[in-house]
């Protein structure tokens, strides 16, 4: 049976951090808990768990802590946690069995990451696989019987293991001040970030903080970019747009939007909120309704389910249609149900 490190980087965690060291409890052959400045008691939590604890001087970089974390663990494998997340009694028993029947050659575990749409986190599935436990040492394997070559791939194993998010409310306050730090000091942004930071903004983020990103997404647009990218900053700016009520803004991004092909679910909202502010219920109606049926969402999936649905009932209302409203009201209601929008 193999040995596992369970690291975790945490910062005021004392509601919920029992709760996860509980689940992880017999799994994990020791835990790393790299503290980067509480001021609770996350630290005496974790030492009434036997936890192997280590200070961390927050530096803005949730990479480097974690790096950190895995220079300290010394099992066989390594599980990363955060402190938020529960492991229950199902997949505790699944969690174990792996341990005891995992193939040598397996380098990376990827297990599924439960119940993230309604905790509002920036990810579209509330299921999905994440990358979860690693081999902490890789044994290098040349391949082909001519010409041979290193395999440089690592071997990865989808289980059925899941792990549930439980966190007690949203980052992205914490992430855009991240963010707006490394812009400040002119530290590139990747692909994956840039568009990380536009699903934060769609998902929890408030009118100041559009406004505060548009001079970066402004200035993505100096440089070639794929149309995937350039569908996600244009979001970004029509948004920008409705906020300051600058039309101008907001017919220059939409069109450029509708025109890469099929629009997206955030610019049509958003240009359905522009006519719907203005009195315009009509021409609000066909925007919203693009959004909810004609489109794809870019950054958000309630952008393409209940809340254009709702902003329809809203424009029926007021233009004194009660059916209509009702109608769409109801389609809205059980669009939250996500056992409905399955079926």
């Given amino acids: 049976m ?46 009434q768990f036997g936890c192997k604890i280590y200070d961390f001087t927050w530096v803005d970089d949730f990479a480097a802590a974690r790096n950190f974390s895995f220079e300290k ?32 050659e397996i380098e990376i575990v990827q ?28 044994r290098f394997e040349w391949m082909d019987p001519v010409h041979e070559t290193i395999r440089l791939e690592p071997v990865i194993f989808d289980s059925d293991i899941e792990i549930i998010h439980m966190p007690e409310g949203n980052h992205s306050k914490r992430d855009f001040d991240i963010f707006s730090k490394l812009i400040r000091k002119g ?50 700016l029509t948004r920008c747009g409705r906020i300051k009520k600058d039309g101008t803004q907001i017919l220059k991004n939409a069109l450029k939007n509708v025109a ?10 958003d240009v359905g909120e522009y006519f719907m502010e203005a009195g315009d219920f009509n021409e609000a109606v066909i925007w919203f309704y693009n959004a909810a049926y004609e489109t794809e969402c870019e950054l958000n999936i309630r952008y393409s389910r209940e809340l254009p649905l709702l902003k329809l009932a809203r424009c029926y ?3 004194g249609d009660v059916t209509q409203a009702k109608f769409y009201e109801e389609l809205a209601r059980k669009a939250v149900d996500e056992k409905a929008i399955d079926e």
Wanted: with cysteine; proline share 2%.
């Fill in 260 to 269: 890469c092909g099929k629009a997206s679910s955030e610019v049509c909202y």
């Fill in 187 to 236: 530290v590139p942004l990747s692909k994956k970030l840039r568009s990380m930071y536009a699903r934060e903004l769609f998902i929890s983020g408030e009118d100041q903080d559009f406004l505060e990103a548009e001079d970066y997404f402004n200035g993505l647009l100096s440089e070639d970019r794929a149309e995937e990218e350039l569908k996600i900053i244009q979001c970004v």
């Fill in 111 to 138: 297990m599924k990451y439960t119940n993230q749409l309604q905790f509002n986190t920036t990810y579209n599935f509330d299921c999905e696989y994440r990358p979860k436990l690693f081999k902490r040492t890789r």
């Fill in 317 to 319: 209302e007021q233009a």
């Fill in 73 to 104: 663990a010394g099992m066989d494998y390594i599980y990363t946690a955060d402190a938020d997340e529960v492991i229950d009694e199902e997949n505790r028993k699944r969690f174990m069995d792996l341990k005891q029947c995992i193939l040598p």
């Fill in 2 to 47: 193999i040995t596992v490190s369970a690291c975790l980087i945490v910062k005021n965690e004392e509601n919920v951090l029992a709760r996860c060291l509980s689940s992880l409890k017999d799994l994990a052959d020791e835990i790393i808990l790299v503290d980067t400045g509480s001021t609770d008691a996350t630290k005496e939590i974790g030492a």
